[in-house]
């Protein structure tokens, strides 16, 4: 049986700290990594930039993935934008070794990589390393999903805990994608996904755990839970005036894609897939696809608040953002 390799944790001199911003959807992250660039330049450095999305790695998801402008991307360089079809999939460990080998690119011509996104599970893979578990099987996974149409995300989640009850404790019913892999980890390995992890422990980056020397956490988490999702609100409007189910209808002309991708389970793509085949409302879409953003933030906080010596921001305070440049800028000084 072939498994996926351990991905060693990039090893960079402790002198040459990599600056990594992270935060919920919404939180200024973009807005702060190119205040940084702009400022690197007016001192003669050069930044370049490395998207840690897992949405914005598509072509042609770019409205509701809130993706970087093409004038921010002429003024900054911009790396793992636009490298994929959305019919395609990309993964953790895909992420680990791209965003090593990058980081070791930007040096090598004299710049500045900075990380930014919010997919923690990436953050995982390149911080920390993945465990060793079996890659996808094609047949398995189109037969997971056939048997799931027929009975249903949550059958498919009973089915789960019958074989891997502790991946099933920690697993919502509707959670397709963990749930699809958790049963095909099983039937390719015939043990549970837990028992695996077990076997083969590998720091996950949350539970207390400690940030590599050679990264430097910055952590953009707004106090105001409150206005953050006025703020959501707010942008997923400009989303749908921008045109997004514009965005969304041009995807669907697409022969290849389906609902059941990676990419159309972006949040936001999939509410409105599911309103553009007629399953829901434009009231309901709108309100799904703020419950999902706002669902995807609490975790992303949930996560960013368990790792230990990460440096915090509050986007929302009156100083917040110009306090968390600023510890960026004394982070350059050592390039």
């Not at 953003?293 to 609490?298: F, Y």
Request: hydrophobic share 40%.
């Amino acid at each position: 049986m072939q498994t996926e390799p351990y991905i060693q944790p990039m090893q960079s001199p402790e002198s040459y700290p990599t600056i990594c911003i992270v935060g919920p959807t919404g939180a200024g992250k973009t807005h702060l990594a190119m205040s940084l660039a702009e400022y690197a330049k007016s001192i003669g450095l050069t930044i370049e930039l490395i998207s840690m999305d897992s949405a914005l790695v598509y072509r042609g998801l770019d409205i509701g993935s809130a993706k970087p402008t093409k004038a921010e991307q002429k003024l900054v360089a911009h790396h793992l934008i636009d490298i994929l079809e959305p019919s395609e999939v990309y993964s953790a460990a895909r992420f680990a070794k791209d965003a090593k080998r990058l980081c070791e690119e930007i040096r090598n011509r004299g710049n500045i990589p900075v990380v930014v996104g919010g997919t923690m599970l990436y953050w995982r893979a390149w911080a920390h390393g993945l465990s060793s578990l079996p890659p996808a099987n094609i047949e398995i996974r189109a037969r997971l999903e056939e048997q799931a149409k027929e009975m249903g995300w949550p059958a498919m989640h009973a089915l789960l805990s019958t074989v891997d009850a502790v991946t099933a404790v920690r697993l919502k019913p509707n959670d397709s994608q963990r749930v699809q892999r958790a049963l095909e980890v099983f039937e390719i390995t015939g043990k549970p996904m837990s028992a695996l992890l077990a076997e083969a422990p590998s720091d996950d980056g949350r539970e207390g755990s400690i940030i590599p020397s050679w990264i430097k956490l910055v952590s953009l988490e707004p106090s105001d839970r409150a206005r953050l999702h006025l703020n959501l609100e707010k942008r997923f409007d400009e989303m749908l005036s921008s045109g997004l189910i514009e965005e969304v209808e041009k995807l669907k002309q697409n022969a290849s894609l389906h609902a059941d991708l990676p990419a159309i389970r972006s949040v936001g793509y999939r509410q409105v897939w599911e309103y553009l085949d007629g399953q829901i409302d434009s009231d309901q879409m709108r309100y799904k696809a703020l419950a999902a953003t706002r669902q995807l933030g609490k975790r992303q906080l949930t996560w960013l608040r368990a790792i230990t010596g990460r440096k915090t921001f509050d986007p929302f305070h009156p100083d917040g953002l110009g306090a968390a440049l600023d510890y960026c800028k004394a982070n350059l000084q050592s390039h």
